[in-house]
């Protein structure tokens, strides 16, 4: 099951930035970090492509263990998955089963990346990390240790449920586990709100939660050695709540056909320490959350950031840079790599299309589809985003507005069917200027939601 850094795996967010493999091979190494942040469920396993010896040739071997925890498990599967990534349902290049003493041997591997990941031999959820391997040509590789672990029951809150306050977290216990470590993140920041070692099955979370907001939790089942033997993970979302604004900012929106109405509330000022990740280092701003939005399953929730540019200049260097890109693209339009793009994200623009310069009521900004990650994964309806960038004429305000969008061309999630097309995995930057040049001559209705009405809603738009 393979996740990425604090990001929600079942019905789940996933905000994902492209990491480097030798990251990947730290954190497979040390399995007391959370390994919930680098899985996912299981999907449906596309077809496995075993490839011959004679189609190989005598490729190097790989020697290792099969461990939940620190116990050798015996007639686990153990499956070179194809590429760096090693998704779960990559395709299967070897795949050989560990004897008595959870030893297992892979012969004639290919040359290259790939992922080495176990499968329990009653066909259990594996919750643990892949270990990624890079195989050179005449060099075997042995100690190889690829780690189990079980998945926890969950008790409560249900996966995805909406409650009033701050939850207590329960789950089923799991024999053999000395400690539980509970993580509780922001899956819209990615701030970590909570992450301590717990010997109960539950966690009543005292870190103040935000009305409308998603949150990720995990609880790791830690042996006496700190080793990783299960884990629980889930979201729960905060009920919505009617907050005021200060008075001073005065907000004018036609949300049309969009949306039902819309909620408005001050978010507090977040001041720079050491314990503070940079992008959620900002000035108090404006939040306005669209309600009876037509997309409910997205990443995102549909919502407008209303920035004081002064103050969020001062406080952070990253955003205030963001504030001159988009001056110099409004005063001089053009072509470039990565669009400006707030609220600032823990992870990297993948591409853009469709990008339109348009005026609102007091201002002028540029509108374009994007989607974030953190990891190799399809350009999907879960994740694909309209976003608007704008200044307020007198230049006192940014708009930030990130709406959710789907097109029917795009798969609904994430997850690896085997229909994907092969760069993918292959040639990654050339399957999105693929995936860019087919969305850009799409008409704006073939997008739910219409484009042009996205646009006359973020046209109408009145800041003072």
Same mark, same amino acid.
């Given at each position: 099951?393979?996740?990425?850094?604090?990001?929600?795996?079942?019905?789940?967010?996933?905000?994902?930035?492209?990491?480097?493999?030798?990251?990947?091979?730290?954190?497979?190494?040390?399995?007391?970090?959370?390994?919930?942040?680098?899985?996912?469920?299981?999907?449906?396993?596309?077809?496995?492509?075993?490839?011959?010896?004679?189609?190989?040739?005598? @490729?190097?071997?790989?020697? @290792?263990?099969?461990?939940?925890? &620190?116990? %050798?498990?015996?007639?686990?599967?153990?499956?070179?998955?194809? @590429?760096?990534?090693?998704?779960?349902?990559?395709?299967?290049?070897?795949?050989?089963?560990?004897?008595?003493?959870?030893?297992?041997?892979?012969?004639?591997?290919?040359?290259?990346?790939?992922?080495?990941?176990?499968?329990?031999?009653?066909?259990?959820?594996?919750?643990?990390?892949? $270990?990624?391997?890079?195989?050179?040509?005449?060099?075997?590789?042995?100690?190889? $240790?690829?780690?189990?672990?079980?998945?926890?029951?969950?008790?409560?809150?249900?996966?995805?449920?909406?409650?009033?306050?701050?939850?207590?977290?329960?789950?089923?216990?799991?024999?053999?586990? +000395?400690?539980?470590?509970?993580?509780?993140?922001?899956? +819209?920041? $990615? /701030?970590?709100?909570?992450?301590?070692?717990?010997?109960?099955?539950?966690?009543?979370?005292?870190?103040?939660?935000?009305?409308?907001?998603?949150?990720?939790?995990?609880?790791?089942?830690?042996?006496?050695?700190?080793?990783?033997? +299960?884990?629980?993970?889930?979201?729960?979302?905060?009920?919505?709540?009617? &907050?005021?604004?200060? +008075?001073?900012?005065?907000?004018?929106? *036609?949300?049309?056909?969009?949306?039902?109405?819309?909620?408005?509330?001050?978010?507090?000022?977040?001041?720079?320490?050491?314990?503070?990740?940079?992008?959620?280092?900002?000035?108090?701003?404006?939040?306005?959350?669209?309600?009876?939005?037509?997309?409910? *399953?997205?990443?995102?929730?549909?919502?407008?950031?209303?920035?004081?540019? /002064?103050?969020?200049?001062?406080?952070?260097?990253?955003?205030?840079?963001?504030?001159?890109?988009?001056?110099?693209?409004?005063?001089?339009?053009?072509?470039?790599?990565?669009?400006?793009?707030?609220?600032?994200?823990?992870?990297?623009?993948?591409?853009?299309?469709?990008?339109?310069?348009?005026?609102?009521?007091?201002?002028?900004?540029?509108?374009?589809?994007?989607?974030?990650?953190?990891?190799?994964?399809?350009?999907?309806?879960?994740?694909?985003?309209?976003?608007?960038?704008?200044?307020?004429?007198?230049?006192?305000?940014?708009?930030?507005?990130?709406?959710?969008?789907?097109?029917? &061309?795009?798969?609904?999630?994430?997850?690896?069917?085997?229909?994907? %097309?092969?760069?993918?995995? &292959?040639?990654?930057?050339?399957?999105?200027?693929?995936?860019?040049?087919?969305?850009?001559?799409?008409?704006?209705?073939?997008?739910? %939601?219409?484009?042009?009405?996205?646009?006359?809603?973020?046209?109408?738009?009145?800041?003072?």
């Amino acid at each position: 099951m393979n996740k990425v850094f604090y990001l929600v795996s079942r019905t789940r967010l996933e905000i994902r930035l492209l990491v480097s493999l030798s990251v990947l091979l730290l954190l497979s190494a040390c399995q007391a970090l959370p390994a919930g942040v680098f899985s996912q469920p299981a999907p449906t396993p596309s077809p496995e492509i075993f490839i011959s010896l004679e189609q190989a040739g005598a @490729g190097p071997s790989i020697r @290792g263990q099969v461990l939940w925890g &620190s116990q %050798p498990v015996s007639g686990a599967v153990v499956e070179l998955r194809d @590429g760096p990534w090693a998704l779960e349902s990559a395709p299967v290049l070897r795949q050989t089963t560990a004897d008595a003493s959870g030893v297992f041997t892979i012969t004639a591997a290919p040359i290259g990346e790939y992922g080495l990941a176990a499968r329990w031999p009653d066909g259990g959820a594996n919750m643990a990390a892949v $270990t990624p391997v890079q195989i050179a040509a005449g060099a075997d590789l042995t100690d190889i $240790t690829v780690w189990l672990a079980k998945e926890i029951g969950l008790i409560e809150p249900a996966s995805g449920a909406v409650v009033e306050d701050a939850p207590t977290l329960r789950w089923q216990p799991l024999e053999g586990v +000395g400690l539980y470590r509970v993580m509780v993140i922001d899956v +819209g920041t $990615t /701030e970590l709100l909570a992450d301590e070692q717990i010997e109960e099955t539950e966690f009543a979370v005292t870190s103040a939660l935000m009305p409308g907001r998603t949150y990720q939790w995990l609880a790791q089942g830690l042996d006496e050695g700190g080793m990783l033997l +299960g884990e629980v993970d889930s979201t729960f979302t905060v009920a919505g709540k009617d &907050s005021a604004t200060d +008075g001073s900012l005065h907000i004018s929106l *036609d949300t049309g056909s969009i949306a039902s109405d819309f909620e408005t509330e001050m978010i507090a000022a977040v001041s720079a320490n050491g314990d503070v990740p940079y992008w959620v280092v900002l000035p108090a701003y404006t939040l306005v959350t669209l309600q009876g939005y037509p997309i409910a *399953d997205h990443l995102m929730q549909p919502q407008i950031f209303i920035y004081p540019v /002064e103050e969020l200049t001062e406080i952070n260097e990253g955003a205030g840079q963001i504030v001159a890109s988009l001056k110099t693209l409004l005063q001089s339009p053009q072509e470039i790599q990565t669009l400006p793009f707030l609220p600032l994200y823990n992870a990297g623009q993948m591409m853009h299309t469709h990008l339109q310069y348009l005026d609102f009521q007091n201002g002028q900004g540029l509108r374009y589809l994007t989607q974030f990650s953190q990891a190799v994964v399809p350009i999907n309806n879960y994740e694909l985003i309209y976003t608007y960038q704008g200044l307020t004429s007198d230049g006192k305000y940014y708009v930030a507005a990130v709406l959710p969008v789907n097109h029917p &061309s795009l798969p609904a999630d994430v997850q690896i069917t085997g229909n994907e %097309p092969p760069e993918l995995t &292959s040639d990654f930057d050339a399957y999105l200027a693929n995936v860019v040049a087919a969305l850009n001559p799409e008409a704006a209705s073939s997008f739910t %939601p219409d484009l042009t009405q996205l646009d006359a809603m973020m046209s109408s738009l009145e800041v003072h």
